[in-house]
């Protein structure tokens, strides 16, 4: 589908306000889609809402509820296009229809395949008048894992890394605590919790005994929300079944994957521990198979927190989206250990080439995130 | 000395414009400091001027001459102490006592020995008004260099360093062409134009057969001054001689200083290279006494681009004021060379600690900037 509305600067800021509201659920959403919605009659916005929970309303419905009678002859600024189909919740199309909105602005067509672009025939064949495309980019941002499941069947990865600014992540002797301040493991506690899945490998849990959770009291602000914190599944790729009951990550009751090429039933593991296979042609677990796999599990973001050979793996594979570099003002020379681990490069043609969005002061810190070249149009519309 | 003066927001503008002339003089003044002057008379800037050449007139000079008799009665704005001693111009405490100004505000005291307060003495015992402290940081930023001669007789070092995210300079294979894109290497010619010297070591003129001067044409925009683009002298650690005279190096005429232990004697060498032999006890080249040696040379600043070696040996000896990182959004991985080399690191007590203090995209690179932690306190004023 192609638009060519015009669209005015009131258009914009209702779909600016619709954005805003779209961001307040992205701790929570999952899997489904954030998206916000404002309903503007006379120049006034007369209802607006925003997705909470799945199973919960879409944002139009929640917009329609405040809007009451008020929604007739209005204009719907939503950040997504309508839904069509019948899930836990009725089509929105048909709820905008039968409360009598007469205009319809999507920031962008649906990529899920049971909508795509039939919500807003559902819309326009009933004689109401549709456009779409306004501040595509920002909408699109907003949802980049939902997109990425639906379009790619993969989620979308970010890939955690902390490092001194010589690009170290450790000492020889292995001591790493704390490379990076305080400010910036609460930055990551923050994106831990709007993620749907931590994974890692067993090194990082064995070396650590990390718990890989998110912790409120280690955020570094009130959320956007009063609904309660999701805990990300935390899912380990343990090829060699090195994990036991015993870890500090089995004490915290909440979801955890173990992709393994062999299930070790000589142990006695908690009740929210899943064990699923996936074997590789090399008898390991089988990465492209692991994220498959989340995916049809409507997973929609997976935050890589791994050491370097899991990472470099992860690279080498071409299954980072998006790179979350934490730079310390430290150096620790030559002999710490080195950020991504890959076979060694031979030219210069070779190097995995990323693209810098935003370098951003946490505090003494740097944040600076990337992602690969080959995203780069996503985002041009902007 | 310490300043207790009241400054109001014109005063501040007006410095602020004495500070901006005197950048102007960033790329010639050496070994001299910028200094910028602004002359005003009933809020009206009635002469203006900055230090251009050693040798040439000083800032207030050339706004005196600009003001003509409109001095008389004026106020004047300097981004440093008025100078109190004859050297190849007259002091210009009294050109501005004879010129008949009434108020002379310093951003600062000069810490140069032969100022160090004189310069207002002389304006406030023939009863003209004297403040200072105006501004202060940023006047001081104008002659890092300078002062950290004057004061620790020392040229500030600054160390350039460029490597892809994850900190490498080169593959294993030694490639390293080019890891920076062309916008990085032209912000590098600017410093290079900046700087009174470029240290580096055999090793880096061996590897890259580098010529280490400013190219005008790699400029990357019109300098901000009319006056003949410097060569920074180059300045090369070779410890045991292995520089021969047929390297790119000395096919540019211009200023070399080899540092070594022992003067090749076999080689015929170009008129404008000098050998100085100091010998520390490794029997290696002392580079503290180098840099001591440079200053004694007048030389205020150091732009080093060395290897891992060498700035590893400057990082040890604590003699590196600031580095410049630019950064590269590409990921090279552990079998590429590190950035820099010093002793194995057995405790996270003993990073060497940094301080951010800039981030800026260049093309499509990373510049960022950063000074010893111990650094900090000069800037506190601000």
């Not at 139009?60 to 296009?81: D, F, H, I, Q, R």
């Not at 499941?149 to 000492?171: F, N, Q, W």
């Amino acid at each position: 589908m192609q638009s060519d509305c015009v669209f005015n600067q009131y258009d914009e800021m209702y779909m600016a306000r619709a954005i805003e509201l779209a961001k307040k659920g992205r701790f929570t959403t999952t899997p489904n889609p954030n998206v916000g919605c404002v309903l503007v009659k006379n120049n006034e916005i007369v209802g607006e809402g925003f997705h909470q929970l799945a199973g919960q309303g879409h944002a139009e419905v929640n917009a329609l509820a405040m809007a009451g009678s008020k929604a007739k002859g209005a204009t719907a600024y939503v950040t997504l296009e309508p839904c069509s189909h019948y899930g836990r919740t009725p089509p929105c199309a048909e709820g905008l229809k039968a409360a009598g909105v007469v205009k319809v602005i999507a920031a962008m067509v649906d990529s899920n395949p049971q909508v795509a672009g039939k919500g807003l025939k559902i819309l326009s064949d009933a004689g109401i008048e549709v456009a779409y495309g306004l501040l595509e980019a920002q909408a699109r941002a907003l949802n980049l894992g939902f997109f990425k499941r639906m379009e790619h069947g993969l989620p979308y990865v970010t890939c955690k890394m902390a490092a001194s600014i010589d690009g170290k992540t450790a000492l020889n002797n292995g001591q790493s605590k704390w490379i990076t301040g305080a400010a910036a493991r609460q930055d990551v506690q923050l994106y831990r919790a709007q993620s749907c899945a931590i994974l890692t490998g067993a090194d990082t849990v064995l070396v650590d005994d990390a718990k890989l959770n998110v912790r409120k009291n280690e955020l570094p602000q009130a959320l956007p929300t009063q609904l309660p914190l999701r805990q990300p599944v935390r899912v380990i790729i343990d090829s060699q079944n090195r994990l036991t009951p015993n870890l500090a990550l089995f004490a915290i009751e909440s979801e955890i994957i173990i992709f393994t090429t062999k299930v070790d039933k000589s142990q006695h593991w908690p009740h929210f521990v899943k064990h699923i296979v996936v074997t590789a042609s090399n008898s390991k677990v089988d990465l492209t198979a692991v994220l498959k796999k989340l995916a049809k599990l409507q997973f929609n973001t997976v935050w890589l927190e791994a050491g370097a050979t899991l990472a470099g793996k992860m690279v080498e594979l071409d299954l980072i989206d998006e790179f979350i570099f934490y730079l310390a003002p430290k150096l620790i020379g030559c002999d710490g250990k080195s950020l991504v681990n890959f076979p060694e490069l031979i030219s210069m043609q070779n190097t995995i080439d990323l693209t810098f969005n935003e370098c951003t002061r946490i505090g003494d810190d740097l944040r600076i995130s990337a992602v690969k070249s080959s995203l780069k149009p996503l985002d041009t519309k902007e």
